[in-house]
């Protein structure tokens, strides 16, 4: 960019790449405009001419169409109408003139450095100040040399979707210079989706014949105001169909055992709210629904989420994210989550963020707050409440009931009393009657006793007639029955005896009978086993007789008493020539010795020996 | 019943004895001691018998004279 002026009666504006050149501005004692970044000089002919030097030596010069309003700082909008003048015929240096005159019939046209060359000459004479912009942040990316990003605006009679968009950069240096203005406000507006104001310088890039914005300033007053005025809407349409207070007065149960958490996976601030339930010992379940806190998915999981956990029946839920940045909060100023919480038929409680803002979400939940902590001591404090009102219920009841008993304790003394006094009186009838009533009874008893007495004596003296008439006649009776029974007893016992001899006889006969048998029986027995011992015995005899007759037969002794024996050998008895040889050994059993022998010769058997 | 256990082994030795000496080959050591021990059971036995037959005839005669 290059150093251009515009004249005035009293001042020249200095404009373009000042930088460099600030010293030079100040020796002339002009004075910085921040906002356009601008300088003001005093307008003489000596400082006209050290402008349109310095101006002309780095390639810019005057701008005469545009009128210059000192007092008047440029705020332009792209809606507004432009200044920007129409191209003229470019117009030629003496050089070039003789140029075309020798070239006439070559056909005239703008080359397109050209082209762009008068272009940017005249955006810059048309726009020579900055100017204020408001469009809607598009694909905005972080780089090490500044921020880069499309504004834009939906295009007039297009669909929704369609816009007409400029590119714009925040230069690096520009953007330290906001930070320190604006702090974290810069980073909470510069958001995709964004509606911004910004103040920018418009250039055109001649390689690429494109416009772009080079932003100076922000004002986030413009985008805070923007988003606020879209919660307010979104709140009024609540309010309008009265769903603003529905979560609200929803009824939360005494005893929220089962708790709902909302939050993201791993987070900080799922740790934090489960961590101090257990530090006051919290006994009921949580149940935890994992979902996105942040970006686009935040929508679809909050919502879903809401819906899971209501049909897990739980008694509270519990959204929380941790610290993260302000900017995601917008999330919550959403139609789609602030609708769920309205229609959520559980109590919600939101703890999403710690910022002074409160967004929608958190207005129309049943309880806002800051921290998933807070959340947790809030949980704890619905069950420390219950408990201090069963207290108060409690000290209210035992109020009541000793009330109650002191009344029925003054109504029964009093009943009491009466009672005494009644029970008293009544005694004191009941006794003077009781009085007479004896009086009358013992006259009555005496003369009756003396009735009585009569009726004795006569009853007595007819009972003792009776009763002798009556045991003189039993007796006479006992002694009849007696001299019966005692007759028809002997002749009982006579027939019983007669009886009895008879089968005493007979007995003893049959007896006598039976013991002649047994006796036959007996002695025949005797006979017979004296007979069969005899025989076994004599049977036994004859076997021993036998087996002597045999051992008699077959003893040896007697032939070797007459000096016969046996030759053998270890093979056993020896009884041909041929089972011996000439130098054998031999043996001989005498009657009282055995004899070794050797055999010395073997004669061969004579004629007539077998 | 012991003593009548004893009298049927002894029976049984002598019958094996008899079995024994009228074998063929027997030896004659042998058979010397066989007919040794032949009768020394066949006296033992024949004395065991004249014991029996005295105590059945005691026995007849206590009973005999119980019954008297």
Not at chain 1, 351 to 355: C, L, Q, R, V
């Given at each position: 960019m290059s150093l251009y002026y515009v004249l005035s009666e009293t001042q020249i504006l200095v404009k373009g790449k000042t930088y460099p050149y600030r010293e030079k501005m100040r020796l002339l004692g002009a004075q910085y405009n921040a906002v356009d970044k601008s300088w003001t000089v005093t307008h003489t002919p000596e400082n006209l001419t050290i402008v349109a030097e310095l101006c002309k030596s780095v390639g810019g010069g005057a701008i005469k169409e545009t009128v210059f309003t000192p007092e008047r700082t440029a705020s332009v909008s792209s809606s507004m109408p432009t200044t920007l003048s129409t191209f003229k015929t470019p117009t030629l240096s003496p050089q070039e003139s003789v140029a075309l005159e020798t070239t006439a019939d070559v056909p005239q046209g703008f080359s397109i450095a050209e082209l762009m060359r008068q272009a940017q000459l005249a955006i810059a004479q048309s726009f020579p100040r900055s100017l204020w912009v408001i469009g809607e942040i598009q694909n905005i990316r972080f780089h090490a040399s500044g921020v880069y990003f499309q504004l834009a605006d939906s295009k007039e009679g297009g669909s929704q979707s369609a816009t007409v968009t400029v590119n714009a950069t925040l230069w690096k240096s520009q953007l330290r210079d906001l930070e320190r203005k604006f702090g974290d406000t810069l980073k909470e507006i510069l958001q995709d989706g964004f509606r911004v104001r910004v103040l920018a310088d418009l250039t055109l890039f001649k390689d690429r014949g494109q416009l772009s914005l080079q932003i100076q300033s922000i004002d986030p007053n413009f985008t805070k105001g923007s988003l606020a005025l879209q919660r307010e809407k979104l709140l009024k349409e609540l309010r309008a169909k009265g769903l603003d207070k529905q979560n609200k007065s929803l009824p939360l149960t005494p005893f929220p055992l089962k708790v709902g958490l909302l939050s993201a996976e791993d987070s900080r601030a799922k740790s934090d709210f489960i961590d101090q339930l257990k530090v006051y010992g919290f006994a009921g379940e949580v149940i935890f629904r994992p979902c996105q806190?942040?970006?686009?998915a935040t929508l679809k999981d909050v919502v879903s989420g809401l819906k899971f956990l209501q049909e897990a029946a739980v008694d509270v839920i519990v959204m929380t994210r941790g610290g993260g940045s302000a900017a995601d909060l917008r999330w919550f100023d959403s139609r789609e989550i602030a609708f769920a919480i309205a229609e959520c038929r559980v109590p919600v409680v939101a703890?999403?963020?710690?910022?002074e803002d409160v967004c929608v979400a958190e207005d129309i939940c049943f309880q806002r707050e800051k921290t998933p902590t807070a959340a947790a001591d809030f949980i704890i404090s619905v069950f420390s409440r219950t408990r201090e009102r069963l207290d108060q219920l409690l000290l209210a009841l035992d109020k009541t009931l000793n009330d109650r008993v002191k009344l029925f304790d003054t109504y029964l003394m009093g009943l009491m009393e009466k009672m005494r006094a009644a029970a008293q009186a009544q005694l004191s009838d009941q006794r003077r009657l009781t009085d007479q009533a004896e009086a009358t009874l013992e006259l009555n008893w005496q003369r009756k006793l003396l009735g009585w007495a009569g009726r004795l004596e006569q009853i007595q003296s007819a009972l003792s007639r009776g009763l002798d008439l009556r045991l003189e006649k039993e007796r006479a009776l006992v002694e009849r029955a007696g001299v019966t029974f005692g007759r028809s007893l002997d002749l009982r016992l006579q027939r019983e005896e007669s009886m009895l001899d008879k089968a005493s006889a007979a007995l003893q006969a049959r007896s006598a009978m039976l013991i002649d048998k047994f006796e036959v029986r007996l002695r025949e027995a005797v006979k017979d086993l004296r007979r069969g011992a005899q025989d076994a015995t004599r049977e036994r005899e004859l076997n021993l007789q036998r087996f002597e007759a045999i051992f008699k037969q077959n003893d040896p002794k007697p032939w070797m008493a007459q000096g016969w024996t046996q030759l053998f050998d270890e093979r056993g008895l020896i009884k041909e020539s041929s089972q011996i040889k000439v130098g054998q050994a031999v043996k001989a059993r005498l009657t009282d010795s055995l004899l070794k022998l050797t055999v010395n010769e073997i004669e061969a058997p004579r004629k007539g020996e077998s | 019943m012991q003593e009548s256990a004893n009298y049927q082994k002894m029976l049984e030795e002598v019958e094996g004895i008899v079995r024994s000496i009228t074998s063929p080959d027997i030896d004659l050591d042998r058979m010397v001691n066989q007919v040794e021990r032949g009768y020394e059971l066949i006296r033992l036995m024949r004395l065991r018998l004249d014991e029996t037959k005295t105590k059945i005839d005691q026995l007849h005669q206590r009973y005999e004279s119980k019954e008297s």
């Open positions: 806190m942040q970006g686009e703890a999403i963020g710690h910022h | -």
